[in-house]
């Protein structure tokens, strides 16, 4: 019985192994080589005003939420303010200069080296969380690059290469825009995923309060990224 189950369990295992191999090989795309052009530009600049850029540089409060509400946001972009909340943690973040963080922990100041690894934890959510809401929003980041690539059905898509800043600099992101320059989805060159040319849409697009227009939902394959309840005000 116990060889039986060992040789079904080795089959598991095979079929799995098989399985990730076969994902592996053929959901890892090369990153598109490109040169940096006045064309791909261009191509920023509608994707920028497609997405009420001008709207975007004038909002000054953002609120959502990640991960299906696990984390929450209260950022004021003005200040380079934001409150993040995980678990039972209260981060209230100085981005300009993080040691004037203020970290709570079910109700209690946290300080010393916990308080510094709490504060790294929270810019580190906050720098992906805020991502995946305002990446449209930082194609001309200091450090980046933008190139043209020829999608599959002609259309050209744009592969913005962030080289300095965040929290993974060299990450890569080739975004597929409708015909007035609203981005669909990006595909992924990321350093935490093993997977590259990994796709993800951008969905549900609303106007906010302050005119600028920002993404509910993302999908990854069968997973969804919920934004919660997205605000953006003056």
């Not at 191509?43 to 000054?60: D, F, G, I, P």
């Not at 599959?152 to 409708?178: A, H, I």
């Not at 935490?192 to 849409?201: H, I, M, Q, R, Y």
């Amino acid at each position: 019985m116990q060889n039986k189950l060992a040789k079904i369990f080795g089959i598991f295992l095979l079929f799995l192994f098989l399985g990730g191999l076969f994902i592996y090989l053929f959901n890892n795309d090369p990153l598109p080589k490109v040169v940096p052009s006045e064309e791909a530009n261009a191509l920023a600049s509608k994707m920028l005003e497609a997405v009420h850029n001008e709207a975007y540089q004038n909002t000054r409060y953002i609120k959502w939420s990640y991960q299906e509400g696990r984390h929450q946001y209260n950022w004021d972009k003005k200040l380079g303010l934001v409150e993040v909340r995980w678990d039972e943690v209260i981060a209230n973040i100085n981005l300009n200069d993080p040691i004037k963080s203020k970290i709570s922990k079910k109700g209690n100041p946290v300080v010393g080296e916990s308080k510094k690894e709490l504060v790294e934890k929270a810019i580190k959510y906050f720098n992906n969380d805020s991502f995946w809401l305002v990446a449209p929003f930082k194609i001309y980041d200091k450090g980046t690059s933008r190139g043209l690539v020829t999608l599959d059905d002609g259309s050209n898509g744009l592969l913005v290469t962030y080289t300095q800043g965040g929290t993974t600099p060299g990450d890569s992101y080739l975004w597929t825009l409708d015909e007035n320059g609203l981005p669909e989805s990006f595909k992924m060159w990321v350093q935490v995923l093993p997977l590259k040319g990994l796709e993800a849409s951008w969905e549900n697009w609303e106007e906010m309060e302050s005119g600028v227009l920002l993404p509910q939902l993302h999908r990854i394959g069968p997973i969804k990224l919920d934004m919660g309840k997205v605000e953006a005000y003056n």
